[in-house]
Structure formats: structure tokens, C-alpha cells
């Protein structure tokens, strides 16, 4: 693991601090509203997995992808990449709702979670001088 690329690393961090964050928020909302119980956290749990995994993996590719020097080739590996994340994610999601009878909201809201912690880079970024798409908002994490 250590051979990773350090951005792949950094980014993966910054998207796992979000999904932490939200996942405490959402289980916050659950209790107060009163339909708190285990099967909210185990939800939660599974989907934040899933969620940061799937993230994970997309990084991985998109790294390894780049590094092949080959755009078309590049573009190929993330879209089927894409596909195979999504079929992974709706497979880990069956199964905990399914299997381990997982709230559904909890499970699959937190599949949600990294798009709205990349939604909030933009402002990071511009809250510390940066303004360029790399990974200078992931200090957060540092």
C-alpha cells in the first residue's frame, strides 16, 4: 500500500473525513426524530464503507489510468471502472438490506456522502488561497 500514489491517498482521506462527519450527522438526525437503532448504524456503516471504497477504487484507476500515458486507454479503464464500482456498491447495499435487514435510508444515503464533501473543495480552497483542482483543499486531513 505504501507504492500508492500520494494523492490517491490524500484525496481518499479528505473524502473519508466527509463521510464521517455526515455519517455522525445523519445518525444524529435519526435520533432525533426517534427511529434511531442499530440497524440505522449498521446501514450507515456498510454504505459509508461502500461509499469510501468505491471512491478508493476510483482513485486507484484514475491514477493508474493516467500513468499508462494513453488518453483513449485512460478514458476506457474509468468507464468500465464506473460500471463495475456502481454494480459493487447496488451488490453491498442488497446484502446489508437484504441479508442484514439495514435501515434503507441509512444504508444508502451515505453512497451520497462523497459527492457532497467535493461539493464543499471549492470553498476550502478558495478559504485557503487555492484555487487549482488538485489536492491542496485535503490539508483538512493533513
Known sequence: ??????????????????VIVLSVLMQAVFLIIGKW????????LGGAAAAIGSFFLLAVTV?????????????????????????????????????????V????????????GLLFRPLIDRKRGGGAPD???SDLID
Open 105 to 116: 435510508y441509512a444504508t444508502v444515503i451515505p453512497l451520497l456522502f462523497p459527492r457532497i
Open 37 to 44: 437503532d442499530l440497524s440505522v448504524l449498521f446501514g450507515n
Open 1 to 18: 500500500m505504501s507504492n500508492l500514489d500520494p494523492a490517491v491517498k490524500k484525496e481518499t482521506g479528505y473524502i473519508s473525513f466527509w
Open 63 to 103: 491514477s493508474k489510468a493516467v500513468a499508462s500515458g494513453k488518453p483513449e486507454d485512460a478514458a476506457k479503464r474509468v468507464k468500465a471502472s464506473a460500471g463495475l464500482r456502481l454494480i459493487g456498491m447496488g451488490g453491498i447495499c442488497a446484502l446489508m438490506i437484504g441479508v442484514f435487514h439495514t435501515n
Open 135 to 137: 489536492t491542496e483543499g
